[in-house]
């Protein structure tokens, strides 16, 4: 019997402070702040002057293993999510092999409950192998609960393929997770068409590619009947056709990567390879129509897109070198810093579009801070900071923009699975 | 001039630095009416050059510009079938290193990735054209070119012509133009040439409308056939119709005084016509001769840090 109570606890949403005791992973009192009695606990936390989260969600992330572990390691992405202030994670299936079939998602799950210190849910492939050609086993994938079918960052080329599938499993209740784009278009682009790249000489992925491929995969699930989750939204056209469509359609929802609100092409700077993206990083009007996007419902969850790399790989020039950046480690206090501090979003909103909306999409219980609920928040503190060092990061890969800068805000502890994380 | 290691492109030179660049170019020039062409500048330095590219005149024009200034030059040969991945260059860069060259001519595929061997190299590390990104001693012998016919550059008028989207040379001729003082507005197919917006560089749609503007030189760039995807124009003869110098162009041009450049190698009878190439004010040929000049100019000041 281990018993935490967190002091004068705000809740983000909430006005008043209260006390939280928490006996093996359940919270089993909550009363005003000051009320509840210290003696008899284990543990106690302080959290004056600093705000309650629900432990996060992501919705999109690479977790290399098995397969690419010299990337990063499911223990490793676990540390680094919990150290984000993310309990919860959706791993893509881009693994090697990858997760397209039952066998496979086993597996997974297996090296998930020895080595994960939060939960984290496969992805199974949309085709086998990734490879754009052959359906994968949907229902078979089902069963060990995967929930939504993706291949990571490829988008079909074969429409009558994804079409099929799509009237296929319209039955099973399962999303597809699909980004918007049109490949031939964007076949050898390596960042938004800009000023940036044309004094580079990087060839551009348009903008009109995403969109036409976002408006097609929706009209498609529409067609079919399939719910419909667009993944890594990018560009301000993307988010119209979103809110065009997202009232007549009940089974779509989307999602944005956290560096898409907040960075633009002009940080690839003269060939940064770690603002190399897919999509691409664009414009301001790119980044406030996203935001906007995010605090009007439109867009339901923001994501981190975490893409370990070497950092051989990206000491590569900028054709050769992988895309991605790393973003569990400084998931939240990035989105303080950015987002809730300059007060272009409120905690409600984080906590709508990173804990409650991508936990009702894959039908886990929301969290709730009454009596008899699962204990599984974060404590954070606004007036700390985070010094994001290579000690800092947790994540076995450090390709992130971060590295040498200092955040505002610091997640001080994490409450998950009966047990209390201080960073 | 402060010690500068590497010429990468021309956004990181300073103004006075293009001065000095383009202002010791004419006595190195002067030396090639020399009956001994060669000075003692660079004896004992080791220069060697890396081209990932086919190219013939690029390279041979630096061979001869440090051979003038006396320093050893090798070729690296790079075979393009090792060459498929990032990691061989890596491990090039590592050989280079090993072998303690003190200047590295690169000419790569890849935008960008002089930059990546300047990083890794104590060489001073001078980019002979990387992907459409920068090729900066084109962009200095062009601007010395007119320069010397027309001393006082501000005010003067370029018109480049082509294939704008992959041309490195368009990007960093246009640029030191600018800041020389001169105008530059592109002609080009639309699939070829980028919107305003990005390049802050004013568009025609044909000949008749740039004749309008009253260029004093027209650049010409070399039109790359060898695109492999989805062609960007329909054939060469609709290209010279269109973009091309032809032979009732060539008189509007003379009558009026316009220059010709072109950074070769040419295309006859798609760029430019035969006529024109021969034409009193077709400058393509003194190009070449101030390329070895501003090539020495750039290895003269470089300064690795090899040396200390």
């Not at chain 1, 940036?196 to 995403?210: D, I, N, R, V, W």
Request: charged residues 20%; hydrophobic residues 35%.
């Amino acid at each position: 019997m281990s018993s935490i109570l967190i002091q004068n606890a705000l809740i983000a949403g909430e006005t008043t402070p209260v006390d939280l005791l928490i006996e093996d992973g359940i919270i089993v009192r909550k009363a005003l702040a000051g009320s509840i009695d210290t003696s008899s606990v284990d543990q106690v936390t302080d959290a004056n002057d600093k705000i309650i989260l629900p432990g996060l969600f992501d919705l999109h992330a690479h977790v290399c293993q098995p397969g690419y572990e010299a990337r990063e390691r499911i223990a490793t992405a676990s540390a680094a999510a919990l150290h984000g202030g993310i309990t919860g994670l959706m791993a893509m299936p881009d693994t090697n092999p990858v997760l397209d079939n039952a066998a496979q998602i086993s597996t997974f799950n297996e090296l998930c409950r020895h080595d994960s210190i939060v939960e984290i849910i496969p992805t199974g492939c949309l085709t086998k192998g990734c490879m754009g050609e052959e359906q994968a086993s949907y229902d078979s994938m089902r069963a060990k609960g995967v929930r939504i079918i993706t291949d990571g960052d490829k988008t079909p080329e074969n429409m009558l393929l994804l079409y099929r599938a799509m009237q296929y499993t319209s039955s099973l209740g399962m999303i597809f997770g699909l980004r918007g784009d049109v490949p031939s278009l964007t076949a050898k682009s390596l960042m938004h068409p800009s000023t940036t790249s044309y004094q580079l000489g990087l060839s551009g992925s348009p903008a009109c590619a995403e969109e036409i491929g976002t408006e097609t995969i929706i009209r498609l699930s529409q067609e079919t009947g399939n719910a419909l989750h667009v993944q890594t939204v990018s560009t301000g056209g993307s988010v119209e056709i979103l809110r065009r469509f997202k009232n007549e359609s009940s089974g779509l929802s989307s999602e944005v990567a956290l560096h898409h609100l907040i960075f633009t092409h002009e940080n690839v700077g003269q060939y940064d390879t770690n603002f190399k993206t897919l999509p691409p990083l664009r414009d301001t009007s790119d980044n406030e129509a996203l935001i906007a996007g995010v605090n009007d419902g439109t867009i339901d969850c923001i994501v981190s897109d975490h893409t370990p790399c070497t950092p051989f790989s990206k000491k590569q020039d900028f054709l050769d070198a992988p895309h991605g950046m790393t973003g569990l480690d400084t998931f939240l206090p990035v989105i303080y810093h950015y987002l809730v501090k300059p007060a272009k979003m409120t905690w409600e909103t984080v906590v709508k579009s990173c804990s409650s909306n991508p936990r009702r999409l894959l039908g886990l219980q929301p969290i709730s801070f009454e009596v008899g609920s699962v204990a599984n928040f974060v404590v954070f503190d606004p007036n700390g900071e985070s010094k994001v060092s290579n000690d800092f990061l947790r994540s076995r890969s450090k390709n992130t923009p971060f590295l040498g800068a200092t955040l505002d805000g610091k997640v001080d502890v994490v409450c998950f699975s009966g047990q209390l994380h201080s960073f | 001039m402060n010690p500068r290691k590497d010429l990468l492109n021309i956004a990181s030179l300073t103004d006075e630095e293009i001065h000095t660049l383009l202002e010791s170019a004419a006595p190195m020039k002067e030396l090639f009416t020399k009956s001994v062409k060669k000075v003692p500048a660079l004896k004992g330095k080791s220069v060697l050059t890396l081209f990932y590219e086919p190219s013939t005149r690029t390279r041979s024009s630096f061979e001869v510009a440090a051979e003038r200034l006396s320093a050893d030059v090798t070729n690296f040969t790079v075979s393009t079938s090792s060459v498929v991945k990032g990691e061989s260059v890596h491990d090039t860069i590592d050989t280079l290193q090993a072998m303690k060259v003190d200047y590295i001519i690169v000419r790569h595929y890849h935008s960008g990735l002089p930059d990546v061997i300047a990083r890794h190299t104590k060489a001073s590390v001078i980019n002979a054209g990387d992907g459409a990104h920068a090729h900066p001693t084109q962009a200095l012998l062009d601007s010395f070119t007119i320069k010397e016919v027309y001393p006082d550059t501000r005010g003067k008028r370029v018109l480049i012509v082509g294939d704008i989207l992959h041309s490195r040379v368009a990007r960093s001729t246009s640029m030191l133009m600018k800041r020389l003082g001169m105008e530059v507005a592109y002609l080009g197919p639309g699939s070829l040439v980028p919107k305003t917006q990005y390049t802050g560089i004013p568009c025609f749609s044909d000949f008749n409308e740039a004749f309008a503007w009253k260029p004093d030189v027209i650049y010409l760039l070399r039109v790359q056939k060898e695109r492999q995807d989805a062609p960007f124009f329909p054939s060469s003869r609709e290209y010279h119709k269109i973009y091309g110098v032809t032979e009732e162009r060539l008189e509007r041009i003379s009558g009026e005084g316009m220059y010709i450049m072109h950074p070769g190698p040419v295309n006859r009878g798609v760029e430019i016509c035969d006529l024109a190439m021969d034409y009193e004010r077709c400058l393509i040929n003194t190009q070449v001769e101030n390329g070895i000049a501003c090539r020495m100019s750039v290895l003269y000041h470089l300064t690795p840090k090899t040396q200390h």
